[in-house]
């Protein structure tokens, strides 16, 4: 039996919050899950796209709006917002994609 994660606020499992506080950056157009759903939190009966919640590294993929800043700039801003909820995990970012003004919709991958 695994223990519990430390990182569970008010019964949102991690990848949840992680989540959140990416799509929460003005420089992040969404989270991206893959072609083979890779980056994805699996949980029961749903998934987290984009979030990869492990015991030592959260990785998050996302596709980044181009602001006019360093990619490596927009990077840092998100793993400063993942930091925080991270419990000391390292916080990887993978930039899968990035677009110029809005997004309408991303394709999250496979179910």
């Keep these: 039996m695994t223990e519990p994660d430390p990182c569970v606020q008010d019964d949102k499992h991690p990848a ?3 989540a959140e506080r990416v799509l929460a950056c003005p420089s992040v157009a969404g989270l991206a ?4 759903g890779h980056a ?3 949980l029961p009966g749903r998934r987290v796209a984009g ?3 492990r015991d030592d590294v959260c990785e998050v993929a996302v596709v980044l709006r181009l ?3 360093p990619l490596p700039e927009l990077a840092q801003e998100v793993r400063a ?3 925080a909820v991270a419990g000391g995990r390292a916080v990887d970012v993978v930039v899968v994609d990035v677009v110029v003004g809005e997004v309408r919709a991303l394709d ?3 179910p």
Excluded: F
């Design 16 to 18: 949840d919050l992680v």
């Design 51 to 53: 979030v990869s919640w």
């Design 108 to 110: 999250p991958g496979p």
């Design 33 to 36: 899950g893959g072609v083979a």
């Design 67 to 69: 602001d006019g800043r």
């Design 81 to 83: 917002a993942v930091e």
């Design 40 to 42: 994805a939190t699996y």
